[in-house]
């Protein structure tokens, strides 16, 4: 058996958003480069505060790019994650953590991984073992030890998915 966790409305909007965001930074930026900024008194912002923003800028930016980037290729596959009895694939875990979005491909959650579900909040959520997930090396740190299902982002059957992960 074989479960996809159809993309919800709130997924495309939420990718728009974020492209949006992408395009509004990127537009800022060049701007923000290469003309002085002034200060209340008329003297230009100090070259030194002016790097550390820009730099903040620019990880945010990127934070963000990655993230719309892999939100994307969830909307080319179709679903937010493809579960079978060998476990989860193709999905995303998502956190923000101040002005950065972090969204991370997941590869696989195997069965091994998945140490309980529990039902809270009304969905249905699995606790991992992080040291199992199938994950980009660079990308771990942020693997989190909840797994939501794609909570809002998808359309699951709890029924169904707790059957199959017993």
């Given at each position: 058996?074989?479960?996809?966790?159809?993309?919800?409305?709130?997924?495309?909007?939420?990718?728009?958003?974020?492209?949006?965001?992408?395009?509004?930074?990127?537009?800022?930026?060049?701007?923000?480069?290469?003309?002085?900024?002034?200060?209340?008194?008329?003297?230009?912002?100090?070259?030194?505060?002016?790097?550390?923003?820009?730099?903040?800028?620019?990880?945010?930016?990127?934070?963000?790019?990655?993230?719309?980037?892999?939100?994307?290729?969830?909307?080319?596959?179709?679903?937010?994650?493809?579960?079978?009895?060998?476990?989860?694939?193709?999905?995303?875990?998502?956190?923000?953590?101040?002005?950065?979005?972090?969204?991370?491909?997941?590869?696989?959650?195997?069965?091994?991984?998945?140490?309980?579900?529990?039902?809270?909040?009304?969905?249905?959520?699995?606790r991992l073992n992080k040291r199992k997930v199938d994950v980009c090396p660079l990308w771990r740190p942020?693997?989190?030890?909840?797994?939501?299902?794609?909570?809002?982002?998808?359309?699951?059957?709890?029924?169904?998915?707790?059957?199959?992960?017993?």
């Open positions: 058996m074989m479960l996809h966790g159809k993309l919800r409305p709130g997924f495309y909007i939420a990718t728009v958003f974020l492209a949006a965001a992408v395009a509004l930074l990127l537009w800022f930026l060049p701007s923000w480069l290469s003309e002085d900024i002034l200060l209340d008194d008329n003297t230009p912002l100090p070259a030194a505060q002016k790097t550390v923003i820009t730099v903040i800028f620019i990880l945010v930016l990127l934070s963000w790019t990655v993230s719309l980037i892999v939100m994307i290729m969830q909307i080319v596959r179709g679903s937010l994650f493809t579960a079978d009895a060998s476990g989860i694939t193709h999905t995303l875990q998502a956190m923000v953590l101040f002005a950065l979005i972090i969204v991370i491909p997941i590869r696989k959650i195997p069965r091994e991984a998945i140490e309980n579900l529990e039902e809270k909040d009304g969905h249905l959520q699995a942020f693997v989190q030890k909840t797994y939501h299902f794609g909570y809002r982002f998808a359309k699951t059957d709890p029924a169904s998915l707790r059957e199959l992960y017993r």
